[in-house]
Each structure stands twice: as C-alpha cells, then as structure tokens.
C-alpha cells in the first residue's frame, strides 16, 4: 500500500495518489493531470478511481481530463448532479483498489454531496481518513457555500455537526486525517499549517470537535465570523459540475507568443487585460501602463480569483521567461482559460519598440518613518479589516481599504498621494496597479509593509481587539 499528498502552496490545496497491487486512485485531483499520470507511470501502476470529496469552490478540478486520458472511473457521493458520466456514491460502497478498499462515508454540511473516503487495508484496518472539506486540521469546512433557497447555513452547520459526530469521530484516534486544504485556504477560519493529524489529537485541539458541545453551540460557533467567500467560488463550482475546455487545449492556446502590436491590438479592441506576474521588484522598476499586477511569487490564483471578476476575460501575459507555463496552468486551476498568448521578449521587447513605460516609486520603511514624523502624509493600509484592527499605525490621515475590494472600492479612496501599504510587499503593489489603472497617479509602496514598519521604533502603532465581523 503507497499513500501520497500532493501539495499545492498557492491554493493551499491538498490532492492524493493511492495505490495498491498495481491499481491507484487520485484523491482531489487539480486541473492538470500530468502530476497523477506520471507518478502512476512511474510506479507502474493503473488509475482505476478518481474520487471527489465534493464540488470544489477554489479550484478547477481536471477529473474529466484525467478519466478521458486514463480510463478511471469517476466518483461522487450521494446528492451529486453533473453534466459528465460518473459513479453515484452511496453511504457506506466500499471500492476496491488492489488490496485496499475506500470507503465512502457520506459527510454532508460543508456541501449536500460532501462525503470522506476511509482507507480500509487488507488487515481491515482503517489507518486513514480522506476528509475534503468537512473535518480539516484545527478547524471544519464553512457551511455557508451551498446555501439554497431551502437549505440555510446553519442546516449545513447542523448536518456537518452530525456528519463529524456519527462519521468520523467514532472512528479510532489513531486514524490519520487527511484534509483537502491547509492554512491559507479560504475554506475555512482556523486552518493549521499542518496537513495532516491523527483523529485523537484533532479531538483533543480542535475546537468543532469538543466532546461535550452542543449542536446549538457548534452552529453558532462555525458560522460566526465568516466573511463573504471570494467572487470565484460559485463559478468554479458550476465549472466543476461541467466539461470544460480541456487542459491541453488551454496551454496550447496560452502558449502562443505575442509581438508588441499584437499585444496593443488585442488590449485595445478586444479588451484584453495585460496580467503581469514576474517579480514584485521587477514591476516595481518598470511595467507596461495599465497593465494589472499579481505576482506569481505570491498568492497568485486566488488573488486573480479575486479581482478578476470576469472569469472569461481574455489575458494578455507578461512574464519571465520559462515560466509561461506555469502562469497559465496557475489560471486554469481556478477557471481563468482564456490566456492569449504571453509577450515575447517580454519588458525589453515594448522598449525596444518604443512604447512607453511606467514605474512605482517605492520607499524604504526607514524612509517611511523619516516621512511620517516629518511630513503631513496619507497612508493607505490595503490589508484584510482582521488584520487592520488588530494592528495598525497610529496616524491621524490613515485609511484602510482592503485589497479584495479595490477593484469595487477604489472609488472612496481619495485621489491625492498615498504611502500604500500591506502586510509584507505584495498586495500593496497589486492595489496601487489597480488604483494607477483607474487614473490614480501619486502613489508610494512603502517596502516590506507592516512587517517592516513594526521594526521601526520612530512609528506608533496599536493593538486593537478585531470585531468578530471583520474576521
């Protein structure tokens, strides 16, 4: 028996190979399926299943590819509608793999169709359990992403109530939960930045797991705090139900170089955004004007999922060579398929055409802290309202407008000169390619953000216990 996770940072996401005696089964599979077909390859083994926990809301999931290029079987559990062939679940069908069965538990509340998969060994063990989203490390999936006109978030907080008290938690404490997602994921409040636990630990540490609570008290507890989920979730979750433009397709079509005047065309007559996504400080020194800043090295898909709000907007790429790929594929796993093509040449290939460009005046937090003992300066702190009221600068013309909203917001963010800032030096840059975009023009990034800033003894800034609202 050979269990692998396979980790994806950006999304925070967490896909399993599972194979027995010749025959593997992927576990959450992300929208491409080369990572799961070489790895069977590789260990000479057959993808007989492709299992899914439920209907993903952050990610493109490739399971149609991957069953149309393997021959696997698709599985959901109970509840589930699609537009593709697939094997309909019941509570309890155990599926043989070699010399292992998974068992479907079905474990509705994060979603209707959510169901965990139980790893029984030929033993007749059950050394792991597959959660998805109803049982992660340190906390539980939001119960409020399959709201319908007849199922309420807290019927959802109440099914997942029952699902983890009749399901998983009767199961022995020496089980090894295995999560779909870790910290970083919009999934969920309170994520460890563990992937994986035994279920005794989870019983004792994680708080939707308390021996003595009461329903009541776990419905007012997971549903306290939430914050609207990202724009995108919903259409990922159509996506998901759905055939979609095949991964090939897409990187073939992403793939495709672009000249200069290809790149103005498409911008300016077919609306085409220009993404960039090389370094922070590459886009700081010099970028195309307008074009839309988020960084690969960051938390790129679900910033796009974000603030891109048209799912099918075309996109024009610039970036660093030998990572169009990746750029592309890092759309696709959150339904951003319609990439264009990438600028050949890059930066260096508009100059040399002589077309125009634009940088970011960016400042030192030693600089900051000289200017704003000094100087009657605006600072705009684009960070998450948690993180704004639990610690800010205090500073007399200080305002806070959060970076998932700016594309939305901006308009009550005042056209005069700001020193913009973050948390570490991403989103800062991301919000003043926005703000620039939309005619804002005297814009500072301060390096580093709040991290930075705290260092600086010359700058004041408070504690402040943040509103379970603002979560």
């Known amino acids: 028996m050979y269990v692998e996770q396979l980790f994806t940072g950006c999304l925070a996401e967490m896909a399993y190979y599972i194979e027995s005696n010749g025959e593997a089964a992927i ?48 599985v959901f559990g109970p509840n589930a509608k699609t537009e593709f062939e697939f094997h309909s679940g019941t509570d309890g069908e155990e599926f043989k793999i070699g010399d292992i069965s998974l068992k479907l538990l079905h474990t509705p ?18 050394p792991n359990i597959f959660t998805g989203d109803a049982l992660f490390i340190g906390d539980v999936g939001r119960p409020d992403l399959a709201v319908k006109s007849d199922v309420t978030q807290n019927d959802l907080a109440g ?31 309170n994520m460890s930045k563990e992937t994986y636990d035994t279920l005794g630990h989870q019983k004792e540490v994680n708080y939707a797991l308390r021996a003595d609570m009461t ?51 498409l911008a300016s007559k077919n609306g085409a955004l220009i993404l960039d996504v090389r370094p922070t400080s590459e886009f700081i020194k010099e970028h195309i ?58 930066i260096e290939a508009w100059k040399k055409a002589g077309e125009e460009t634009a940088f970011i005046e960016s400042v030192s937090s030693d600089e900051f802290a000289e200017r704003i003992n000094t100087k009657d300066i605006n600072v705009l702190d684009v960070r998450k309202k948690s993180e704004y009221y639990s610690e800010r600068i205090i500073h007399n013309n200080l305002t806070n407008s959060c970076l998932d909203k700016m594309m939305d917001d901006y308009i009550n963010v005042e056209n005069k000169e700001y020193y ?39 700058i004041q800034t408070s504690d402040y216990v943040c509103p379970t609202t603002m979560l």
């Open 27 to 74: 576990i959450d599979p992300l929208r491409e399926t080369t990572p799961y077909t070489e790895l069977a390859k590789k260990r000479d083994a057959k993808i007989k299943y492709i299992f899914l926990t439920h209907f993903h809301a952050d990610f493109v999931s490739g399971h149609v590819d991957l069953a149309k290029k393997t021959g696997a079987t698709i």
């Open 215 to 265: 329903k009541e008290e776990f419905v007012k507890e997971v549903t306290t705090g939430l914050v609207p989920p990202p724009q995108y979730f919903p259409k990922n979750v159509m996506m998901n139900k759905g055939i979609n433009t095949s991964y090939d397709s897409i990187i073939e079509k992403g793939m495709t170089p672009l000249t200069v005047e290809d790149v103005k065309t």
């Open 289 to 346: 004007p307008n074009s839309l800043f988020i960084g690969l090295d960051g938390g790129f898909a679900p910033w796009v999922g974000a603030l891109i709000k048209n799912i099918n907007t075309p996109i024009l790429l610039i970036v660093s060579e030998g990572r169009e790929n990746e750029a592309i594929t890092r759309l696709s796993r959150v339904g951003y398929d319609n990439t264009l093509g990438f600028l050949k040449g890059g």
């Open 420 to 458: 913009v800032h973050c948390a570490g030096g991403y989103r800062s840059v991301i919000a003043i390619s926005i703000l620039k975009a939309k005619g804002y023009k005297n814009l500072i990034n301060v390096e580093g953000g709040f991290d930075a800033i705290k260092t600086q003894h010359k």
């Open 159 to 189: 099914h997942l109530f029952d699902s983890l008290r009749n399901k998983i938690m009767p199961l022995p404490n020496d089980t090894i939960v295995y999560p779909n997602h870790g910290a970083g994921s919009a999934c969920g409040k």
């Open 109 to 126: 509340g994060h979603t209707m169709e959510s169901s965990s998969y139980l790893l029984i060994d030929k033993d007749g063990k059950t």
